[in-house]
């Protein structure tokens, strides 16, 4: 019993510790953005890295997803016959949920697990220690790019995912139901103004949107660079970062999205 | 190998003459605590000569360094220091902690007890930016060289000017290609070649180069030697020597590599059982009665 105990201990230490550092790489992070040097050319890399090359799966992704979506809703709106809702469910589910939602799970699959190897590997080939040897904090250097072109481009992502699915959405209205496009946008537009606004012009639904996304781009550039710092045992420990980088940043993804759907409807109004 | 100068000035401080009993070192540091204990007791400022702390003239010194990782002792009362212009080998068997005392030099890792001076400064009391800024005056080579794999050769020898310097680009090229040429290598051929197109040797000069960059007083080595055929190792062998030689940093090698520390180091400490076994010149240590030592050296 005692042993078992222990064991928990032991784990509930591990796991305390491991927040701790997590929260600490966060923090300083954050911190270093607005301290010099700036390492400017390491963010527009990350950025390029992070939003342009990841840009071919997210939109596929939302593509599809728009369709898909438009294709299921269709059969089912027109039970009741009301499939001229198409627009407006495809664009509120895109724009609330799948689009912030997917973009992060794609990007934690694609980029997470390469940030997760890139900085694991420097790790493991003492690249890590020859940064700090040569005067240059490594969180400066390598994390807090990686966390601000996450902040900056999974919000950048998501809009253009969202309107692609949205336009996804559209092919099948109007080819699969013969919806006119002009109606589907309509509707479109309608559901986002229906929402309601902050500031008088922001649609609500926007608003919800775009956080999201910012906070996601923060998941899983802290949780890759995390991963990739705390690799050790050569090769194999790479590997091991990688994956749980996809995994632990996809499960706060999905964790987090609640939690923040609940904030932002008791905040913005449902 | 050492001036012959300089080993008459050694030869006044009786820790350098002979091979070096450590534990006679220990109780002199132990007295001199105590000495300074009833000093600081009696309100007196603490005379300077019997201080513990650095010693005159060392550029590196570990004074009595004791370091673990939870149960697992690394080190257990490790002291040496080297002198401007000296190279300190430090060997051993693998697992004995040499690589722990370069990264206690460079902070990567601070000793339980103990105190680690670099030019008599305490690192352990520094702030991380005067730690940094201590770190930008040494120069680390590493075993697997550590070279930035996603920059050029050229930009890996750049990074720590343009890190530290505010030289512009023709300046940075003037260097880079200076310290290219010192490490034998033809700047043209592989200034714009990736660290993973080099063979080991290239990569082992390009991180001497990239070390020796912003001029470093103080040189540490790791492993320099391992993994290269006997060729490369003369090369880099000679290559530390010429360091030595003509920009007088002081150096701190580990490596098991016999032959070559006893072509370049001063001194060499042999770390056996988490402490050091034997501190001398590579003379006395070839003269060495101690068992363990002439296992050590082999047949060599």
Redesign the interface.
């Known amino acids: 019993m005692t042993a078992l105990a222990a064991r928990l201990n032991a784990a509930a230490q591990g796991t305390v510790l491991g927040v701790q550092n997590y929260v600490r790489l966060a923090w300083n992070a954050l911190r270093f953005v607005f301290a010099r040097?700036f390492y400017a050319g390491d963010l527009v890399q990350q950025m390029d890295a992070m939003g342009v090359q990841s840009l071919g799966i997210v939109l596929l992704t939302g593509f599809f997803t728009g369709m898909v979506l438009a294709l299921q809703s269709s059969v089912q709106l027109r039970t009741f016959g009301a499939t001229q809702y198409i627009g407006s469910l495809v664009s509120a589910s895109i724009i609330r949920e799948l689009g912030p939602v997917l973009a992060g799970l794609m990007v934690a699959g694609r980029v997470g697990s390469g940030v997760a190897a890139?900085i694991g590997s420097?790790k493991v080939?003492?690249?890590i220690?020859?940064l700090?040897?040569?005067?240059?904090?490594p969180i400066k250097k390598l994390v807090t790019p990686r966390v601000l072109a996450g902040l900056i481009m999974l919000p950048v992502l998501t809009v253009l995912a969202d309107l692609v699915g949205i336009l996804g959405g559209n092919v099948i209205a109007r080819v699969y139901v013969g919806l006119p496009s002009s109606f589907y946008w309509r509707t479109v537009w309608e559901q986002i103004a229906g929402g309601g606004f902050s500031f008088g012009f922001i649609p609500n639904d926007f608003i919800q949107g775009l956080i999201k996304p910012f906070v996601f781009g923060g998941i899983i550039a802290t949780t890759a660079c995390y991963h990739g710092l705390a690799t050790t045992g050569g090769t194999e420990g790479v590997g091991v970062a990688t994956t749980r980088t996809v995994v632990a940043a996809s499960i706060a993804i999905l964790v987090s999205d609640y939690f923040l759907t609940q904030l932002l409807l008791s905040v913005l109004g449902a | 190998m050492t001036q012959p100068g300089d080993a008459d000035a050694r030869g006044r401080e009786p820790r350098r003459t002979g091979p070096r009993d450590f534990t006679e070192t220990t109780e002199r540091r132990v007295r001199a605590t105590i000495r300074d204990a009833l000093a600081e007791a009696g309100g007196e400022e603490r005379p300077r000569a019997e201080d513990p702390g650095p010693a005159e003239g060392a550029v590196i010194e570990l004074e009595r360094v004791h370091l673990g990782f939870g149960d697992r002792v690394i080190l257990e009362d490790v002291s040496f220091l080297a002198r401007r212009g000296e190279t300190i080998a430090v060997v051993g068997e693998s697992g004995t902690g040499k690589s722990t005392t370069l990264?206690l030099l460079?902070r990567?890792l601070q000793p339980d007890s103990g105190r680690v001076y670099i030019d008599g400064e305490d690192i352990a009391a520094l702030s991380?930016t005067e730690a940094?800024?201590v770190?930008?005056r040494?120069g680390?080579v590493?075993?697997?060289a550590?070279?930035?794999?996603?920059l050029t050769v050229f930009d890996n020898v750049a990074?720590?000017l343009r890190?530290?310097t505010d030289y512009g680009d023709d300046e940075i090229e003037a260097r880079v290609r200076e310290k290219l040429a010192f490490v034998d290598l033809d700047p043209d051929r592989v200034m714009d070649q990736l660290p993973s197109e080099l063979s080991g040797g290239m990569r082992k000069r390009v991180g001497v180069a990239?070390a020796i960059a912003n001029d470093p007083e103080i040189m540490l080595y790791d492993e320099p030697t391992s993994g290269l055929d006997p060729l490369t190792t003369g090369t880099i062998t000679r290559l530390i020597m010429k360091l030595q030689r003509e920009l007088q940093v002081t150096s701190v090698v580990v490596s098991h590599d016999i032959r070559s520390v006893f072509r370049m180091a001063s001194y060499v400490a042999v770390l056996a059982d988490r402490r050091i076994r034997f501190f001398g010149t590579p003379e006395e240590m070839a003269a060495s009665d101690d068992r363990y030592i002439q296992d050590f050296l082999g047949g060599f």
């Open positions: 040097p890139q420097m080939t003492e690249q220690d020859a700090n040897t040569l005067g240059t904090d | 990264k460079l990567h991380f940094l800024r770190r930008r040494m680390m590493f075993q697997q550590a070279l930035f794999d996603s990074y720590p890190e530290h990239r």
